[in-house]
């Protein structure tokens, strides 16, 4: 059985940087499609990035394009997310999750969650 774990989360000042990791578990290599996700307080759940099983290919929400790069070490079985120029609005708390399914990320259906870990920027 997958799992997923992450780490990396903290508090910040605005501007600052935080890299984000999701270690998988539970497979011996991590083929297939990932993405983050975050929940602010009051907020529904947000899609941030996804990226496919081989890395070519990522996706990005606008809000995050050119703060944040989403990216991959399929040797290390871990899932990256890079933070930066960090905004008091990119508080949440950030979910790693996985389509086990597909290779690509075009439709995922991710269903397999991480729990999470904090991520919070100060003005």
């Known amino acids: 059985q997958v799992q997923l774990v992450e780490s990396g989360g903290g508090s910040v000042q605005a501007g600052g940087s935080l890299r984000l990791s999701c270690t998988v578990s539970?497979?011996?290599?991590?083929?297939?499609?990932m993405g983050w996700f975050r929940e602010a307080p009051g907020k529904e759940r947000e899609g941030v990035a996804n990226?496919?099983?081989?890395?070519?290919?990522?996706y990005s929400i606008d809000s995050v394009k050119g703060r944040f790069t989403i990216s991959r070490d399929n040797s290390k079985n871990t899932l990256y997310l890079q933070m930066n120029s960090l905004k008091p609005e990119d508080t949440a708390m950030y979910y790693c999750?996985?389509?086990?399914?597909?290779?690509?990320?075009?439709?995922?259906?991710?269903?397999?969650w991480g729990r999470g870990t904090q991520v919070t920027v100060s003005s």
């Open positions: 999750a996985a389509d086990t399914n597909r290779l690509s990320c075009s439709d995922p259906q991710f269903k397999t």
């Open positions: 539970g497979v011996f290599y991590s083929n297939f499609c």
């Open positions: 990226i496919s099983s081989d890395g070519r290919e990522t």
